[in-house]
């Protein structure tokens, strides 16, 4: 660490990079100042956006850089909203390797030669990023496919990279303390999970198979068929995709498709992937969306999935209804309840701030709304309002920034608000009341849940000492899991009571 961060610093200093973050996020003051003095010594005077600026600093350090600068997008609360749009479009733009070094990388994953899989393979890849490169080929039968093929030595590199970041993280919470709110660390914990999933394509042609499953009987999208039996560890070899990227609004128009049907499509596909499912696409950056000839979505790259909880979820869509209903004091009691703000803040006056940031964008078509813009006002209010961090929403965070930016140059006129309660509606519909009864009880669940372990020590203590005067009877105790474990059940069997006695 000691030999790369001088250099890290430099790149960064050279781009602007420090001074903005100096100016957007609250640093002790000495750092601030020591900060903005070698933003004064060293910066080009490039008139730049945060995000472009960083983007264009990550992009020279390297392809672990600029991953992470994926996902420190996701990440609007440290470096602000707009800087978090600007990287949420981070492209990679890294030179292919060798066309040799990839076709002898599939003759190894293959065990056989190319020649026998692949009628025609194209030596120049359609893309190259940062964990790997894809080819067009033509199979034996003559279907197209598109194989993904990773950068060699790419694993190591990031290896080395995540151990640099996470040293980093440790130093800025160590050097600024008001800082670990941020939760750094776990930040990077979380890139280095959704990293080696990406160095591992088995897994990405696991995420495809599942979402397929998932949209099975919906109208409206289509997953590409993963070839398993041409995949690997490091080769992924998948359905070829013909049609037009969803942000280009002039070829779909040209293509015959009505941009207000798309709009609806991709809307609802988002949702029923956040709300049903709780299992979303979440590298949705327009080139991952295409919308072929007859009007499908396919959405292509399954390498960084969202997951959420159905607690999160019916939290979610509460707080969505309460948006949408303009329940501001719903909402605060909402983020109360959940433990998301500070025990001695007011929830009146949250409220209020909430209402302050999203009343004036409320029935605005999206053309005239920032999504950004509105995150960065709330995630001022979060420093406020000491509302903690929930590591499990930066994902979607993330992926709404991106189908705010997919949606803007889609449909610029669409009106996000009656489309989001038409979908909201439906969804709790199908819920009926066992969502709002799961809601209702889940306090005494939790409770109930969290004071298990207690009762089990209780009764393993309360059993050992009564063996202890018969120390001759002591082969007896091995009923004493057995024992516990009846206790455990009879604990669960009283929480389902409570349920089935509250529905």
Avoid at 191 to 199: C, G, K, M, N, R
């Amino acid at each position: 660490m000691l030999l790369r961060l001088p250099y890290t610093i430099l790149v960064l200093l050279r781009g602007g990079v420090l001074g903005h973050l100096c100016r957007s996020t609250p640093l002790p003051s000495w750092l601030g100042g020591m900060l903005r003095f070698l933003d004064w010594l060293f910066a080009r005077r490039v008139e730049n956006r945060p995000g472009v600026a960083l983007a264009d600093a990550l992009t020279s350090l390297g392809p672990g850089f600029i991953k992470f600068g994926q996902a420190l997008s996701t990440r609007a609360d440290l470096i602000g909203a707009d800087t978090a749009a600007d990287l949420a479009y981070l492209q990679d733009r890294l030179k292919p390797f060798s066309s040799r070094q990839a076709r002898s990388i599939i003759t190894e994953e293959l065990n056989q030669p190319l020649e026998a899989v692949f009628a025609s393979f194209d030596d120049t890849p359609v893309a190259a990023a940062s964990i790997a490169q894809v080819h067009f080929a033509v199979l034996a039968d003559g279907r197209e496919v598109a194989v993904k093929i990773l950068r060699p030595g790419i694993r190591r590199r990031m290896e080395r990279d995540i151990g640099f970041f996470r040293s980093c993280a440790r130093l800025v919470e160590a050097v600024a303390p008001q800082l670990r709110r941020l939760k750094l660390v776990h930040a990077v914990d979380q890139f280095a999970y959704f990293s080696d999933v990406e160095l591992d394509l088995r897994l990405e042609a696991a995420a495809a198979g599942k979402l397929a499953d998932n949209h099975a009987d919906d109208e409206g999208i289509e997953v590409p068929r993963i070839e398993l039996a041409l995949s690997s560890e490091r080769m992924l070899v998948m359905e070829r995709v013909h049609g037009t990227r969803i942000d280009d609004h002039d070829g779909l128009i040209a293509a015959g498709h009505d941009i207000e049907a798309v709009t609806r499509i991709a809307a609802r596909c988002f949702f029923v992937q956040v709300f049903r499912d709780g299992f979303f696409h979440a590298d949705m950056h327009p080139g991952n969306i295409f919308i072929r000839d007859d009007g499908v979505l396919v959405p292509i790259d399954f390498g960084i999935m969202g997951y959420l909880s159905l607690p999160d979820r019916l939290f979610l869509a509460r707080l969505l209804n309460a948006m949408l209903e303009r329940d501001y004091d719903l909402v605060a009691s909402l983020h109360a309840d959940a433990g998301m703000i500070g025990a001695d803040v007011p929830a009146e006056g949250f409220a209020q701030a909430i209402r302050a940031v999203t009343e004036p964008i409320m029935d605005k078509a999206m053309g005239e709304v920032s999504l950004g813009a509105v995150l960065g006002q709330i995630f001022g209010l979060s420093r406020r309002f000491q509302v903690e961090i929930q590591p499990q929403f930066t994902l979607l965070q993330k992926t709404m920034v991106m189908a705010e930016g997919v949606g803007r140059q889609l449909n610029p006129d669409a009106n996000m608000w009656p489309l989001a309660r038409e979908l909201a509606d439906e969804w709790v519909t199908e819920q009926g009341s066992i969502a709002s009864r799961l809601s209702e009880v889940g306090d005494r669940i939790l409770a109930a849940g969290l004071r298990l372990p207690e009762l089990m020590d209780t009764a393993q203590s309360a059993l050992d000492r009564m063996a202890r005067p018969e120390p001759p009877q002591r082969a007896p105790r091995q009923y004493v899991p057995l024992i516990t474990g009846f206790l455990a059940g009879l604990i669960i069997m009283g929480i389902v009571f409570i349920i089935i006695h509250n529905m």
